[in-house]
């Protein structure tokens, strides 16, 4: 079955950075776009970033254009979402996701709290 499990997040002061991890495992990694959603309180689930699957080519949300950067290493399974210039409109949960079969699958989140 399809696990992801996100780790990587935190308290960090506005400007600060993190890295963000996504271990996948049940399907064949190296064949699925990944992506990074996320959701803070009050509000709708957001897509922050999104790679794909031969080319690694990147897209972001205007929002963290600059600032964050995704990235993945399909021999370890894991995609990565690395975190710059953080602010505090950045505080979020913070998910991992594939769509497979016309199914969208989803970890488990990590917070990510922006604040001094």
């Known amino acids: 079955q399809v696990q992801l499990v996100e780790s990587g997040g935190g308290l960090v002061q506005p400007g600060g950075s993190l890295r963000l991890s996504c271990a996948a495992s049940?399907?064949?990694?190296?064949?699925?776009?990944m992506s990074w959603y996320r959701q803070a309180p009050g509000k709708e689930r957001e897509l922050v970033a999104s790679i794909t699957s031969i080319t690694s080519s990147t897209s972001y949300a205007d929002s963290v254009k600059g600032r964050f950067t995704i990235s993945r290493e399909n021999a370890k399974n894991t995609v990565r979402l690395q975190m710059n210039s953080l602010k505090p409109e950045d505080t979020a949960v913070y998910y991992c996701s594939v769509k497979r079969l016309s199914y969208n699958y989803w970890g488990q989140g990590t917070q990510v709290t922006v604040s001094s």
């Open positions: 049940g399907f064949t990694f190296s064949n699925y776009p």
